[in-house]
């Protein structure tokens, strides 16, 4: 896929914080891939540089100060107008062990940052290891594992907003894991809940 598809001024900008390989993963890259661009912009960035450089630097060249949270793992966050960047650590010792950690697979996609900002490149390489193209384009919402609701209940709730947001149908594994896991919602904290039906209130709102 064309390297401008996923290019921004702001990755660019920061691409020089990043000196061991770094992937934009996650929505920005399934957004790009579905022509689902809007103002807000939402990153989310894998390293296997050292957080605690990255956040310094980040925060050099934008001039916005970063929050650390911990959520499934350590996570910088940066919030500017119309901005969130997320900034976390590899998981494992490979991209594509980090892709299957996640939950569903159209948000298991991933482009090089190095690739992104290269201008000697037309085309990039997209990490797709678990067909998350295909059931974009199939229109299906399907798990990344077996277990990728069970790591998370909160998934479930995520999983409606991306059904309703793309017009998606429930894969058979989805809706078995949503049954196993349907009660571990009460187990979630209120804010992450809320998080994710504002995201679906203002889908509506538009």
Do not use: W
Request: hydrophobic share 40%; net charge negative; proline share 2%.
């Amino acid at each position: 896929m064309h390297r401008l598809t996923f290019f921004h001024p702001l990755i660019e900008k920061i691409s020089v914080c990043f000196q061991n390989e770094s992937y934009i993963v996650g929505g920005f890259v399934r957004d790009r891939i579905y022509r689902a661009i809007s103002d807000y912009v939402d990153i989310d960035i894998v390293t296997a540089d050292e957080l605690k450089s990255v956040k310094g630097c980040v925060e050099e060249r934008l001039s916005i100060k970063g929050f650390v949270f911990k959520r499934e793992k350590e996570v910088v966050s940066f919030f500017g107008d119309n901005l969130r960047m997320d900034i976390s650590e590899l998981h494992g010792s490979s991209i594509t062990e980090d892709l299957g950690e996640r939950d569903f697979t159209i948000n298991a996609i991933a482009v090089s940052l190095e690739d992104i900002v290269s201008p000697l490149l037309i085309e990039v390489k997209l990490i797709d290891p678990f067909n998350g193209i295909e059931d974009l384009e199939r229109g299906i919402l399907r798990p990344v594992s077996d277990s990728s609701i069970k790591k998370d209940p909160l998934r479930i709730v995520r999983g409606i907003r991306l059904k309703v947001k793309f017009d998606l149908r429930y894969s058979d594994l989805f809706l078995k894991q949503l049954r196993e896991n349907l009660e571990f919602l009460k187990d979630i904290a209120v804010e992450r809940i809320r998080e994710e039906l504002v995201k679906i209130l203002k889908m509506e709102e538009t």
